[in-house]
């Protein structure tokens, strides 16, 4: 194999590792907010009241940068069973979700109505709300 075959062989497969790389940083949600202390969000009652009222409202005003970045994938990381989630937003989903069903099971409620009317996320896991 000449240099300048062995040479555009090397770049090629470069060029195929980095477009993979890129396919697979699409699939899955940014990672920025995954150090974001859960446990201190779901024990402060004035932050879950503003995450649940930023998810309801239409409008993105009641919204922090953490809440409409959440609100954006929120249907479809719930309906599709968190498929585009990072390992820790597959952990901090259901803990999330467990958290609002036992303690806030009507705002769960509204949540589901609006980002997976057909229950998806419920039905696969009903662990979570017992």
């Known amino acids: 194999m000449s240099r300048s075959t062995a040479a555009a062989a090397v770049a090629a497969a470069l060029l195929?590792?980095?477009?993979?790389?890129?396919?697979?940083?699409?699939?899955?949600?940014?990672s920025r907010f995954d150090d974001t202390d859960l446990?201190?969000?779901?024990?402060?009652?004035?932050?879950?009241?503003?995450?649940?009222?930023?998810?309801?409202?239409?409008?993105?005003?009641?919204?922090?940068?953490?809440?409409?970045?959440v609100k954006a994938v929120l249907a479809e990381a719930l309906t599709t069973d968190c498929a585009k989630c990072t390992e820790r937003q597959k952990v901090g989903l259901p803990k999330t979700v467990r958290?609002?069903?036992?303690?806030?099971?009507?705002?769960?409620?509204?949540?589901?109505?609006?980002?997976?009317?057909?229950?998806?996320?419920?039905?696969?896991?009903?662990e979570l709300s017992q």
Not at 109 to 123: H, L, M, S, T, V
Request: charged content about 35%.
């Open 99 to 126: 958290f609002l069903a036992r303690e806030r099971p009507d705002a769960w409620e509204q949540i589901q109505g609006k980002f997976d009317p057909k229950r998806r996320y419920a039905a696969a896991h009903p």
């Open 39 to 69: 446990d201190a969000i779901l024990a402060d009652e004035g932050r879950v009241d503003q995450y649940v009222r930023c998810f309801l409202a239409e409008k993105d005003d009641d919204c922090d940068e953490v809440g409409r970045r």
């Open 16 to 30: 195929v590792a980095v477009a993979a790389r890129a396919a697979l940083a699409q699939d899955t949600y940014s």
